[in-house]
């Protein structure tokens, strides 16, 4: 298999598991040297330094980097480490997410309490800015052709979950618009990706509580493909400030799933913009 991302250099956050390790395997899988960050390390099989081998073993370099993307100064120590070791960024996936414990299904606003606010979009859109803030010197030195990957959810457009779900999903798809009108003077493409609902590990496990069929779900190794390919797509820029529904990509670039399959639509389609 040719290796599209040789020699790139790529950061994933939260990578530990679900669509970060999804992404992370199938950059390595194009011969990409991988940051993958998380809090989770050791042996286990939710790790960083877990998903850093698996990237390893698909074909590319994992390097496992210990985050708590809640404390600035350690998303700052992450930049410096790859500006030390190589001096430019190829592409940064901003990935990382905290679900609520317990999860924020059902109910009012009222019902939540307000520190689900900081985790889903504390985590999953005020770290994605600091991340990509520290990240955009490092991007301009590889352009162009590099990028940044916000993934994101229908979510933004409709509602799923909880009122704080949505605010953080919409505000990332509106911030990811305006980052790429700022970043496109320097040849960098800034993208939101949509994935349908995906076979992670925490959605298998819920959906084995709450009795939801799984059976039409995308993988998270499809999601890392899709964002893989349009990393090494000749007409990224042209794709900047858009979203890009997992399902369409696979289609027009031909991506199957480790199963053989191209992912599934995402049920009622929406609007993309």
């Known amino acids: 298999m040719s290796q599209q991302l040789k020699d790139k250099i790529a950061v994933v956050t939260g990578a530990s598991r679900g669509i970060g390790r999804g992404t992370a395997v199938a950059l390595g899988e194009q011969g990409a040297t991988v940051y993958v960050t998380g809090r989770s390390t050791g042996a286990g099989e939710l790790t960083i330094d877990t998903t850093a081998r698996l990237v390893d073993e698909a074909g590319g370099?994992?390097?496992p980097v210990q985050?708590?993307?809640?404390?600035?100064?350690?998303i700052a120590d992450l930049f410096a480490r790859?500006?030390?070791?190589?001096g430019r960024l190829d592409i940064l996936v901003n990935n990382v997410y905290k679900i609520p414990d317990p999860p924020a299904w059902g109910g009012g606003f009222w019902d939540h309490p307000i520190s689900i606010w900081d985790d889903q979009v504390g985590i999953g859109l005020r770290a994605h800015y600091v991340a990509s803030w520290h990240a955009a010197p490092l991007l301009?030195?590889?352009?162009?052709?590099?990028?940044?990957f916000n993934v994101s959810s229908p979510g933004g457009q409709s509602y799923h979950f909880s009122s704080s779900y949505g605010a953080?999903?919409?505000?990332?798809?509106?911030?990811?618009?305006?980052?790429?009108?700022?970043?496109?003077?320097?040849?960098?493409?800034?993208?939101?990706i949509?994935?349908?609902?995906?076979?992670?590990?925490?959605i298998q496990e819920w959906s084995g509580k709450r009795g939801t069929d799984l059976a039409g779900a995308q993988t998270p190794l499809a999601v890392g493909r899709v964002i893989a390919a349009l990393a090494a797509s000749p007409d990224l820029m042209e794709r900047t400030?858009?979203?890009?529904?997992?399902?369409?990509?696979?289609?027009?670039l031909d991506i199957l799933d480790e199963h053989g399959n191209r992912p599934p639509a995402y049920g009622r389609r929406l609007p993309s913009s």
């Open 61 to 63: 370099h994992g390097v």
């Open 140 to 148: 301009f030195a590889a352009a162009p052709g590099s990028a940044i």
């Open 168 to 192: 953080g999903k919409a505000g990332l798809d509106r911030l990811s618009a305006d980052m790429a009108i700022e970043l496109q003077p320097k040849g960098v493409a800034c993208c939101v």
């Open 67 to 74: 985050v708590d993307h809640g404390v600035d100064s350690q």
């Open 82 to 86: 790859v500006a030390d070791d190589h």
């Open 194 to 202: 949509y994935p349908g609902t995906v076979a992670t590990e925490f």
């Open 241 to 252: 400030g858009t979203i890009q529904w997992v399902e369409d990509v696979a289609e027009e």
